[in-house]
């Protein structure tokens, strides 16, 4: 069965740098493209880009360029989201997910990652 | 705030049938495919509805989904008490090149 297993919770401090990984398992790693989502905490979901584990591509919401980039290591069918210059908003539960029929229908989400930015 | 608007709370009774509505404009709902979403609480969110009216494998058919012009709805019937939780409407904005989210509406079976 598809599963997305995310790394586990994160604390940092303002200004610094997070990655989150994400790992594939039950299908082909490059077949689907991976999105990342983030919720605030009582807040709703923010959709933060999507990359095409095949090609590599990436699309990132305009809130975040510059400041986050999706990579992939197919060797381990492994997707990871780094943001940089985190600041107190940034605290959030980031999940990554796998489109179905299209990218951003998506269809197969992680468990979520906590990441706290506190000084 | 999001780019469709959902209501922040419906309510209903236990086997009784509630809509939520999401609105958004040309740019999204108007010209692209609306998905539905249910998170539990403490979960990830899980696809409840794609492709406007679409369910995935293993959704009852107590869900469903419909669009007309820049509007979705989701309908649920025979409401259960484990039908609580906050629901998501989602799509492509094609002037923004993202995907958009409603605000989330929480539902709760009295």
């Known amino acids: 069965q598809v599963q997305l297993v995310q790394s586990g919770a994160e604390v940092k401090k303002p200004g610094a740098s997070v990655k989150v990984s994400c790992k594939a398992s039950?299908?082909?790693?490059?077949?689907?493209?991976i999105n990342w989502v983030r919720q605030a905490t009582g807040q709703g979901l923010e959709w933060m880009g999507w990359?095409?584990?095949?090609?590599?591509?990436?699309g990132y919401a305009q809130k975040f360029q510059g400041r986050v980039t999706m990579t992939r290591n197919t060797s381990i069918s492994t997707a990871y989201m780094e943001l940089s210059s985190l600041r107190s908003e940034d605290t959030a539960v980031y999940y990554c997910a796998r489109g179905i029929t299209a990218t951003t229908v998506l269809g197969y989400w992680g468990q979520g990652t906590l990441v706290t930015v506190s000084s | 705030q999001s780019v469709l608007t959902q209501p922040p709370s419906v309510s209903a009774a236990p086997g009784q049938k509630v809509t939520i509505s999401c609105s958004g404009s040309?740019?999204?709902?108007?010209?692209?495919?609306v998905s539905w979403y249910q998170q539990l609480p403490g979960t990830a969110p899980k696809l409840l509805i794609y492709?406007?009216?679409k369910r995935p494998s293993g959704i009852l058919d107590r869900f469903s989904g419909s669009k007309s012009g820049t509007s979705a709805t989701l309908g649920i019937t025979g409401l259960q008490t484990g039908d609580e939780a906050d629901y998501y409407c989602g799509t492509w904005d094609s002037s923004l090149s993202a995907a958009v989210f409603g605000g989330g509406t929480q539902l709760t079976v009295l």
């Open positions: 492709d406007n009216n």
């Open positions: 039950g299908y082909s790693f490059t077949s689907y493209d």
């Open positions: 990359m095409n584990p095949n090609s590599g591509n990436t």
């Open positions: 040309s740019s999204n709902i108007g010209n692209n495919y």
